[in-house]
Protein backbone atom coordinates (compact mmCIF):
# COMPACT_ATOMS: atom_id res chain seq x y z
CA UNK A 1 0.00 0.00 0.00
CA UNK A 2 0.94 3.33 -0.75
CA UNK A 3 1.05 5.89 1.76
CA UNK A 4 -0.93 9.37 0.71
CA UNK A 5 0.69 12.56 1.50
CA UNK A 6 -0.36 14.51 4.34
CA UNK A 7 -2.21 17.54 3.13
CA UNK A 8 -0.56 20.96 3.86
CA UNK A 9 -2.53 23.49 5.89
CA UNK A 10 -3.79 26.24 4.20
CA UNK A 11 -1.85 29.43 5.92
CA UNK A 12 -3.12 32.93 5.67
CA UNK A 13 0.03 33.67 3.10
CA UNK A 14 -2.18 31.50 0.48
CA UNK A 15 -5.40 33.05 1.75
CA UNK A 16 -3.48 36.68 0.67
CA UNK A 17 -2.06 35.00 -2.42
CA UNK A 18 -5.56 33.95 -3.64
CA UNK A 19 -7.54 37.03 -2.82
CA UNK A 20 -4.64 39.48 -4.80
CA UNK A 21 -4.16 37.41 -7.93
CA UNK A 22 -7.87 36.93 -7.72
CA UNK A 23 -8.35 40.92 -8.14
CA UNK A 24 -5.46 41.59 -9.93
CA UNK A 25 -7.47 39.69 -12.54
CA UNK A 26 -10.78 41.33 -11.76
CA UNK A 27 -9.02 45.08 -12.04
CA UNK A 28 -7.01 43.76 -15.35
CA UNK A 29 -10.57 42.70 -17.19
CA UNK A 30 -12.62 46.14 -15.76
CA UNK A 31 -9.43 48.29 -17.13
CA UNK A 32 -8.74 46.39 -20.29
CA UNK A 33 -12.83 46.64 -20.94
CA UNK A 34 -13.10 50.06 -20.19
CA UNK A 35 -9.71 51.18 -22.14
CA UNK A 36 -11.83 49.38 -25.11
CA UNK A 37 -15.06 51.09 -24.41
CA UNK A 38 -13.60 54.57 -24.14
CA UNK A 39 -11.49 54.01 -27.56
CA UNK A 40 -14.08 52.63 -29.41
CA UNK A 41 -16.94 55.76 -28.34
CA UNK A 42 -18.13 57.40 -31.29
CA UNK A 43 -19.65 60.19 -29.79
CA UNK A 44 -23.31 61.11 -29.14
CA UNK A 45 -26.00 61.24 -31.58
CA UNK A 46 -27.23 64.31 -30.40
CA UNK A 47 -25.67 67.13 -28.07
CA UNK A 48 -28.67 68.23 -26.73
CA UNK A 49 -32.27 66.46 -26.93
CA UNK A 50 -34.47 69.09 -25.81
CA UNK A 51 -32.94 71.08 -28.35
CA UNK A 52 -33.45 68.38 -31.20
CA UNK A 53 -36.87 67.38 -30.02
CA UNK A 54 -37.58 70.79 -31.12
CA UNK A 55 -37.36 69.68 -34.61
CA UNK A 56 -39.26 66.52 -33.92
CA UNK A 57 -43.23 67.86 -35.58
CA UNK A 58 -41.00 69.14 -38.59
CA UNK A 59 -39.07 66.15 -39.05
CA UNK A 60 -42.49 64.36 -39.47
CA UNK A 61 -43.43 66.53 -41.86
CA UNK A 62 -40.77 66.02 -44.12
CA UNK A 63 -41.12 62.15 -43.80
CA UNK A 64 -44.92 62.44 -44.94
CA UNK A 65 -44.01 64.26 -47.69
CA UNK A 66 -41.48 62.49 -48.65
CA UNK A 67 -43.72 58.76 -48.15
CA UNK A 68 -46.32 61.17 -50.59
CA UNK A 69 -43.71 60.93 -53.50
CA UNK A 70 -43.38 57.25 -53.76
CA UNK A 71 -40.10 56.89 -54.75
CA UNK A 72 -38.34 53.76 -54.22
CA UNK A 73 -34.30 53.79 -54.29
CA UNK A 74 -32.16 50.78 -54.97
CA UNK A 75 -28.29 51.47 -53.44
CA UNK A 76 -25.46 49.50 -54.25
CA UNK A 77 -21.74 49.04 -54.82
CA UNK A 78 -20.03 48.14 -58.37
CA UNK A 79 -17.09 45.48 -57.91
CA UNK A 80 -15.14 48.93 -57.98
CA UNK A 81 -16.81 49.98 -54.82
CA UNK A 82 -18.80 53.13 -56.58
CA UNK A 83 -21.87 53.80 -55.22
CA UNK A 84 -24.76 53.20 -57.57
CA UNK A 85 -28.10 55.05 -57.36
CA UNK A 86 -31.08 54.48 -58.87
CA UNK A 87 -34.31 55.97 -57.96
CA UNK A 88 -37.94 55.19 -58.88
CA UNK A 89 -41.55 56.13 -59.28
CA UNK A 90 -44.31 53.52 -60.44
CA UNK A 91 -40.63 50.86 -61.71
CA UNK A 92 -39.97 53.78 -64.02
CA UNK A 93 -36.49 55.90 -63.18
CA UNK A 94 -36.71 59.15 -62.80
CA UNK A 95 -34.64 61.37 -64.35
CA UNK A 96 -33.19 65.30 -63.81
CA UNK A 97 -32.16 64.41 -60.41
CA UNK A 98 -29.86 66.35 -58.13
CA UNK A 99 -27.95 64.36 -55.73
CA UNK A 100 -26.18 65.49 -52.56
CA UNK A 101 -24.21 62.59 -50.60
CA UNK A 102 -21.96 62.43 -47.51
CA UNK A 103 -20.41 59.28 -46.48
CA UNK A 104 -19.13 58.67 -42.73
CA UNK A 105 -17.94 55.92 -40.28
CA UNK A 106 -21.17 55.05 -38.33
CA UNK A 107 -19.45 55.58 -34.91
CA UNK A 108 -17.45 58.70 -36.24
CA UNK A 109 -14.22 57.40 -36.83
CA UNK A 110 -13.94 59.54 -39.48
CA UNK A 111 -14.95 62.98 -40.77
CA UNK A 112 -17.86 62.80 -43.65
CA UNK A 113 -16.66 63.10 -47.03
CA UNK A 114 -18.51 64.13 -49.68
CA UNK A 115 -19.64 62.08 -52.77
CA UNK A 116 -20.45 63.35 -56.45
CA UNK A 117 -22.75 61.45 -58.76
CA UNK A 118 -22.83 61.54 -62.52
CA UNK A 119 -25.59 60.03 -64.46
CA UNK A 120 -24.99 56.51 -66.18
CA UNK A 121 -26.67 54.46 -68.05
CA UNK A 122 -30.84 52.97 -67.60
CA UNK A 123 -31.45 56.19 -64.92
CA UNK A 124 -28.26 55.06 -62.95
CA UNK A 125 -26.62 57.68 -60.67
CA UNK A 126 -22.55 56.62 -60.38
CA UNK A 127 -20.98 58.43 -57.68
CA UNK A 128 -17.54 59.97 -59.29
CA UNK A 129 -15.45 58.38 -55.97
CA UNK A 130 -15.11 55.60 -55.06
CA UNK A 131 -15.30 54.15 -51.16
CA UNK A 132 -12.96 52.82 -48.94
CA UNK A 133 -13.27 49.45 -47.41
CA UNK A 134 -15.11 49.28 -44.50
CA UNK A 135 -18.74 49.87 -43.98
CA UNK A 136 -20.06 53.05 -44.29
CA UNK A 137 -23.37 55.52 -43.73
CA UNK A 138 -24.52 56.94 -46.49
CA UNK A 139 -26.52 60.41 -46.19
CA UNK A 140 -28.38 61.16 -49.31
CA UNK A 141 -30.37 64.47 -50.60
CA UNK A 142 -32.13 63.65 -53.41
CA UNK A 143 -33.78 66.21 -55.43
CA UNK A 144 -36.16 66.58 -58.55
CA UNK A 145 -37.43 70.32 -59.13
CA UNK A 146 -38.77 71.68 -56.26
CA UNK A 147 -39.76 67.82 -54.35
CA UNK A 148 -36.88 66.71 -52.05
CA UNK A 149 -36.19 62.92 -50.65
CA UNK A 150 -33.52 62.20 -47.72
CA UNK A 151 -32.13 58.60 -47.73
CA UNK A 152 -29.76 57.05 -44.81
CA UNK A 153 -28.50 53.70 -45.58
CA UNK A 154 -25.40 52.21 -44.69
CA UNK A 155 -23.53 50.15 -47.35
CA UNK A 156 -20.41 48.07 -47.17
Same mark, same amino acid.
Given at each position: ????????????????? @???????????????????????????????? &?????? &?????? !? %????? +??????? @?????????????????????????????????? !????????????????? +????????? +?? !???? @? @??????? %?? &??????
Amino acid at each position: MTERPTPRAVTGWHMTA @ILVAFFAVVMTVNFTMARLASSTFGGTVVDNS &YVASQN &YNRWLK !R %ADAQD +RLAWSET @ISLDPARHVLLTVRKNDLPLGDLVVSATVSHPVG !RTAPVALHFEAAADGVM +RSVEPLAWG +RW !RLDL @I @IRRGAEE %AR &YRKDVQ
